[in-house]
């Protein structure tokens, strides 16, 4: 009976401490496996302008396209056997500026990149 007396006690004085905040658990710094969140800073980011720039390049070799990389409007990662970047990103087709969305799977421990997905936005 002690014990649940004390554990009862405990509860009352650890509530505050979640209910204030102190033991949430900030979204930054775990996510979740599978889970897609936005890329802070995509348009600033070094990383993301050379994956955007290999989307680009291996869609051209694909299709025998010639769009020109513009700039990033958007990115986002996926954690997956690695991580997969959703971007959606700006290129001159013809001298017509126009956006897309493409999909590149990241395997960096491996020396892998892949162009999943690339398409026009509707």
């Known amino acids: 009976m002690k014990v649940n007396h004390i554990a009862a006690v405990l509860l ?6 979640f209910d204030s905040g ?3 658990e900030d979204p930054f710094i775990k996510m979740k ?4 969140r936005d890329y802070i800073g995509a348009q600033n980011s070094l990383e993301i302008d050379a994956l955007a720039r290999f989307a ?6 694909k299709e025998n396209g010639l ?3 513009e ?3 958007k990115a ?5 056997a690695g991580k997969l970047y959703h971007l959606t990103l700006e ?3 013809g001298g017509i500026k126009k956006v897309y969305e493409a999909k590149v799977w990241v395997k960096p421990w491996m020396n892998f990149k892949q162009l999943q997905e690339f398409k026009p936005c509707p």
């Open 56 to 61: 680009v390049q291996e869609h051209n070799k």
């Open 12 to 17: 009352l004085l650890l509530l505050p401490l």
């Open 33 to 36: 496996l599978g889970g897609v």
């Open 76 to 80: 986002k990662e996926q954690v997956v």
């Open 67 to 69: 769009l020109e990389f």
């Open 22 to 24: 102190y033991c949430v």
């Open 91 to 93: 290129a001159i087709d």
């Open 71 to 73: 700039r990033v409007l």
